[in-house]
């Protein structure tokens, strides 16, 4: 069974610093990795994608994940924080997708405050 | 393109009523899948519908159901309405199943009283 686990419910940054949310997965088969961001009272959007083609990934408004199978880890990395990256973000994974389909399951979430 | 679109996107209910959820995928998306969200739980993976087809379905209990039409819309039902039930319900679409990109609606905040 596919699981996945984000350290830091909360994690509090200040403007300009770096970003770091940590994903640790747990799959039984090359898993396909997913950051999304949750703005208030809005649907998830995906950040980016990790599909076994590249382990830096890079994804939208300068987020990059790095894919580390020895440390079975995944985690979000954005160097300087902006007011607006304030929000929830949701690590996500995906298994073999002829068996499981599109199944998508989450970690519990983080929310990342920006302090000015 | 527009993207997905959830109605209605508020809905009031009291115990042991039914309710019904409409999911309207991005055009050309076949694949359409349900997730619940709460603060307790998480989200949570509920079933997947690819040409009318269930492909797979999440640990619910019958209580929750769905469909898709022939034009990928899909609906969900869940009947009988329990407070725990109270959630933001979020539908997925993509291209196909299996490893495709997801594009998640705006979800649809259920409140049952």
């Known amino acids: 069974a596919q699981s996945v686990t984000q350290l830091g419910s909360h994690v509090s940054v200040s403007e300009g610093a770096l970003v770091l949310l940590r994903c640790n997965y747990s799959?039984?088969?090359?898993?396909?990795l997913f950051w999304y961001v949750q703005y208030p009272n809005q649907g998830l959007q995906l950040l980016l994608k990790?599909?076994?083609?590249?382990?830096l990934v890079k994804g939208i408004n300068g987020f990059e994940a790095e894919f580390k199978k020895s440390e079975t880890s995944f985690h979000l990395t954005k160097p300087s924080a902006h007011m607006s990256d304030a929000a929830e973000y949701f690590c996500?994974?995906?298994?073999?997708?002829?068996?499981?389909?599109?199944?998508?399951?989450f970690g519990e979430g983080t929310q990342l405050t920006v302090n000015p | 393109k527009a993207g997905v679109t959830q109605t209605p996107r508020y809905l009031i209910k009291t115990r042991g009523q039914q309710v019904t959820l409409s999911c309207s995928p991005i055009?050309?998306?076949?694949?359409v899948s349900w997730y619940q969200q709460t603060p307790g739980q998480g989200l949570q993976f509920l079933f997947e519908y690819f040409s009318e087809t269930q492909r797979n379905k999440g640990n619910f209990p019958g209580r929750f159901s769905g469909r898709q039409f022939s034009n990928s819309r899909s609906e969900m039902n869940v009947s009988t309405l329990e407070l725990g039930d109270s959630a933001l319900y979020l539908c997925?679409?993509?291209?196909?199943?299996?490893?495709?990109?997801?594009?998640f609606g705006p979800g649809t905040r259920l409140t049952v009283l």
């Open positions: 997925a679409s993509s291209l196909k199943s299996s490893y495709n990109e997801q594009f």
């Open positions: 799959s039984s088969v090359p898993p396909y």
């Open positions: 996500a994974v995906s298994e073999d997708g002829e068996t499981s389909g599109s199944r998508l399951t």
């Open positions: 990790y599909t076994s083609a590249a382990t």
């Open positions: 055009s050309g998306h076949r694949s």
